[in-house]
């Protein structure tokens, strides 16, 4: 058996090193690729969510008028007006020089009521509270709704029926899509709050 010199060995440790620093850097590279990758697959789920939640307020809006005169039992021939994607600055308060904002996804106005609604592509119950308190704080940012009769009401195109009980218990009205158009989830005789 021949024997191994010591410059064979070196030459083949050498090859061995060479061959894993190239893995290595071949594994790196991959990581990398997968890394981009990844973040271009969240950035396009975040744009996808934002085109979902604004196509289920498309088709919340233009129902908003008939379920505010069904709920509030106003005549058909009371005009009304729905305003989608409304931002509101609160007059001269700032925290960190950035004015305070609120943001609705949809309003509408008939006579003395108006129906702020809140859609989402999948309702939580942590949402109904924010929802909550910033009706609580709905007449701070508008003062000519001062004397409007405020409903509230959550939707979606399915909600889960813990989320539809518990904001009923809030006095929310709760509307998923049907066929073509929204149904009303809350139970029969439901009497929204007023905020």
């Known amino acids: ?3 191994i010199t010591t410059d064979v060995l070196q030459q083949a440790l050498l090859s061995l090193a060479r061959s894993t620093e190239e893995s290595h850097k071949r594994v790196e590279q991959e990581l990398d690729s997968l890394a981009k990758q990844i973040k271009q697959t969240n950035k396009q789920m975040g744009e996808l969510s934002a085109k979902m939640g604004t196509l289920v307020e498309n088709m919340v809006s233009p129902d908003m008028l008939r379920l505010l ?3 509030a039992n106003i005549p058909e021939e009371v005009k009304g007006v729905v305003n989608v ?3 509101q600055l609160y007059p001269g308060h700032r925290t960190n020089g950035q004015p305070h904002m609120i943001e609705l996804d949809a309003i509408a106005e008939c006579g003395e009521y108006l129906l ?6 999948t309702f939580r119950p942590e949402y109904v ?3 909550l308190k910033r ?3 709905l007449r701070d940012y508008f003062p000519e709704f001062r004397d409007k009769q405020i409903l509230g009401c959550i939707s979606s195109l399915r909600i889960d029926p813990s989320v539809i009980t518990h904001a009923s218990h809030q006095g929310l009205l ?3 899509l049907g066929e073509g158009m929204l149904e009303m989830q809350n139970e029969a005789g439901f009497q929204p709050k007023r905020f």
């Open 1 to 3: 058996m021949a024997e």
């Open 69 to 71: 005169r069904e709920v």
């Open 85 to 87: 994607r409304v931002k």
């Open 116 to 121: 702020i609604n809140e859609t989402k592509n």
């Open 129 to 131: 509270a924010d929802f």
């Open 135 to 137: 009706l609580g704080q």
């Open 174 to 176: 709760v509307f998923t």
